[in-house]
């Protein structure tokens, strides 16, 4: 079950943000949080986790909003490739030994 904080439970959970590092990170449009049927923002552990390294990132190098938004951006990039390599990575070792030999090998080629 997915737990979903409120806006001041975020403040709460999120010990080192405040309502004024928050609504500059939703500007800056680095957290977008879901809305709850009455329409009030609701976060969930993902962007709990996400506000978190955006305040220790703010506080560790004092980056202005565009900053930011190209670090979140950066890292959300990573996060899907890894996630790709994890799936493919599953999908080769479905494959038979001889099938997963020849893409060693040409993996070990490409590298040089």
């Not at 590092?21 to 609701?42: F, H, I, K, Q, W």
């Not at 962007?47 to 220790?56: F, G, N, T, V, Y």
């Amino acid at each position: 079950m997915t737990t979903l904080y409120s806006e001041d439970e975020t403040l709460t959970v999120v010990t080192r943000l405040t309502r004024v590092r928050l609504t500059r990170y939703l500007e800056a449009n680095v957290v977008a949080p879901a809305r709850s049927d009455s329409g009030e923002r609701v976060f969930v552990d993902s962007d709990i986790a996400r506000l978190r390294l955006l305040c220790d990132l703010d506080e560790a190098f004092g980056l202005d909003e565009d900053a930011l938004g190209a670090m979140m951006s950066l890292l959300d990039q990573l996060l899907s490739a890894r996630a790709d390599l994890r799936a493919l990575s599953a999908a080769l070792a479905a494959e038979p030994e001889d099938v997963r030999r020849r893409i060693g090998s040409v993996l070990t080629r490409e590298k040089g």
